[in-house]
């Protein structure tokens, strides 16, 4: 089996098991409810409800849920904060993946922990900016408590399948197709014509290897794919080989924040409309990019 399917399916798959078998955990116990009453207070300080805090945990998945989850949420100005937030700061299954399939093997936890509390201050502040940007009219929060109970293993496992599900039917093929296209791509030349015009840029600004555009543009289509192509571009799955933990740590941290995959993007779009999806893919962009090079910056100053 190729290197990148490899790499992939040894970091993708344990992470989303075992996050999508908490959550069934949580949702069976019934004690997810009362997760979005004691958290009402903290999401308030951001401008929205308890119940955001459904979205963002299903985000931690797969951000296309979690965008279609945001309509549990009845203000179309809440709706608008909570979905920037998730697609700029909740780190789904995917982008776990990059975070841990590159700092984490290489550089360890501490710069895993780095990425997640950057993150976790982008949900604060963005919220805090939107929430005073927006005006609003205040809303109560009102939900149904329901008894503790046992969990059943047979609903958690029917659960955990229902939404483990579409990375093997859906993902797994379009990895392996893509890593075909990039090897066909990489021998005909193709992917030189998109290197080299951005290499001022990506060596520049961001620190890291021309080459990495290739992971930054085709990852939008599946957020694995980034990871995957940094196997392909290099031809090594030992990425310590090619690139320095703090040029990995970049990386991580662009993919972490950048524009949503192409399936969010397009739930997005009859979520929000065209006009709303477009500003806020914009926003991450920008975002990505301004943090990792200040990333790089930091970086070669200390």
Not at 31 to 54: E, F, S, T
Not at 231 to 241: D, Q, S
């Amino acid at each position: 089996m190729d290197l990148s399917i490899q790499a992939i399916l040894a970091i993708v798959v344990p992470y989303i098991l075992l996050f999508y078998l908490i959550l069934a955990l949580l949702e069976d116990s019934g004690y997810l409810p009362r997760v979005v009453v004691l958290l009402d207070g903290v999401m308030h300080k951001i401008g929205l409800h308890g119940q955001a805090i459904i979205p963002m945990l299903v985000g931690m998945g797969c951000n296309v849920p979690a965008i279609l989850a945001t309509r549990v949420i009845e203000s179309r100005r809440e709706k608008l904060i909570l979905g920037t937030i998730i697609i700029m700061a909740i780190p789904c299954s995917a982008q776990m993946a990059v975070i841990i399939g590159t700092v984490g093997n290489y550089g360890g936890i501490v710069y895993v922990l780095a990425i997640l509390g950057i993150l976790l201050g982008l949900v604060l502040i963005l919220g805090r900016l939107l929430h005073k940007a927006i005006k609003f009219e205040p809303t109560s929060l009102m939900i149904e408590i329901p008894d503790l109970s046992v969990p059943r293993v047979d609903n958690i496992l029917k659960k955990t399948w229902m939404r483990i599900k579409e990375f093997f039917v859906i993902a797994f093929p379009i990895l392996l197709i893509g890593s075909i296209a990039l090897e066909l791509l990489n021998a005909y030349g193709v992917l030189d014509m998109l290197v080299e015009p951005l290499a001022f840029f990506t060596e520049g600004w961001l620190g890291l290897p021309a080459i990495i555009i290739v992971a930054l543009v085709f990852g939008v289509l599946r957020k694995e794919m980034s990871f995957q192509l940094l196997v392909v571009l290099f031809g090594t799955a030992n990425l310590a080989t090619v690139m320095t933990v703090e040029q990995l740590f970049v990386f991580a941290l662009v993919m972490a924040t950048f524009m949503p995959c192409m399936s969010a993007f397009a739930v997005m779009i009859r979520e929000y409309g065209l006009k709303d999806t477009l500003k806020m893919s914009f926003a991450s962009i920008v975002l990505a990019f301004t943090l990792g090079g200040m990333a790089n910056f930091l970086f070669q100053v200390f």
